[in-house]
């Protein structure tokens, strides 16, 4: 059974940096894509960026580029989200999720993941 665990959220002020954490168990990813999306109430959920397990490749959305990166420890099996320069409007529940596809495409859409955890908080206070 594959399971995500997502831990590392939190309350934290603006300007502040937080490190997010996602657990794999179950099995590896290592053909395919993990990433982190975030959703708010009444909004969809929307990718932070992805990254290929094999060699580190990542893309970011535009809104968190600069301040955020992503990256894994395979010995870990562990995908982790390093937040800076965090803001009010990074305020939201953090997911990470992971496909086995080498596809590269559609991977900004939360359809193409097979496997979810079940969120973080992290709020940013201003």
């Known amino acids: 059974q594959v399971q995500l665990v997502e831990s590392g959220g939190g309350l934290v002020q603006a300007g502040g940096s937080l490190r997010l954490s996602c657990a794999v168990s179950?099995?590896?990813?290592?053909?395919?894509?993990m990433a982190w999306f975030r959703q708010v109430p009444g909004k969809e959920r929307e990718v932070v960026g992805f990254?290929?397990?094999?060699?580190?490749?990542?893309v970011y959305a535009d809104s968190v580029k600069g301040r955020f990166s992503i990256s894994r420890d395979s010995a870990k099996n562990t995908l982790y989200l390093q937040m800076s320069s965090l803001e009010p409007e990074d305020t939201a529940v953090y997911y990470c999720a992971a496909t086995p596809r080498s596809n590269i495409y559609g991977l900004s859409s939360r359809n193409v993941y097979d496997y979810w955890g079940q969120g973080t908080q992290v709020t940013v206070s201003s």
């Open positions: 179950g099995r590896t990813f290592n053909t395919g894509f």
């Open positions: 990254l290929r397990w094999t060699n580190g490749y990542r």
